[in-house]
């Protein structure tokens, strides 16, 4: 069965770092986009970042763009979000997703996903 198993979330004050770690387990994932979304309470699922199959360099959400940084490694099958200068309204649970689409910024353009970890930036 294919998996997406995310880890590293945790608590972090404002203005910290943490680093996301989603292991792609079952089939490869090589020819696949993988993102990372978040969905804070009450609030809707939203892109942050993805890493497409063939791209040199990942693609973000505005309101991360500067601070957060996704990487793949193709050969171990994992996708990174390293996070820096994190803020309050970062906190959320993330999501680490799969799919065909190369440019994906909807969640209905992957096909597997994670269950998540979370994250809680506090002042």
């Known amino acids: 069965q294919d998996h997406l198993v995310e880890s590293g979330g945790g608590l972090v004050q404002a203005g910290g770092s943490l680093r996301l770690a989603c292991v792609a387990t079952g089939r490869t994932f090589s020819t696949y986009t993988l993102g990372w979304f978040r969905q804070a309470p009450g609030k809707e699922r939203e892109f942050v970042a993805a890493f497409p199959w063939s791209g040199a360099n990942g693609y973000y959400a505005d309101s991360v763009k500067g601070r957060f940084t996704i990487s793949r490694d193709n050969a171990e099958n994992i996708v990174y979000l390293q996070m820096t200068n994190l803020k309050l309204e970062d906190t959320a649970d993330y999501y680490c997703?799969?799919?065909?689409?190369?440019?994906?910024?909807?969640?209905?353009?992957?096909?597997?996903w994670g269950q998540g970890t979370q994250v809680t930036v506090s002042s």
């Open positions: 997703a799969a799919g065909r689409w190369y440019s994906g910024r909807y969640p209905t353009q992957y096909d597997h």
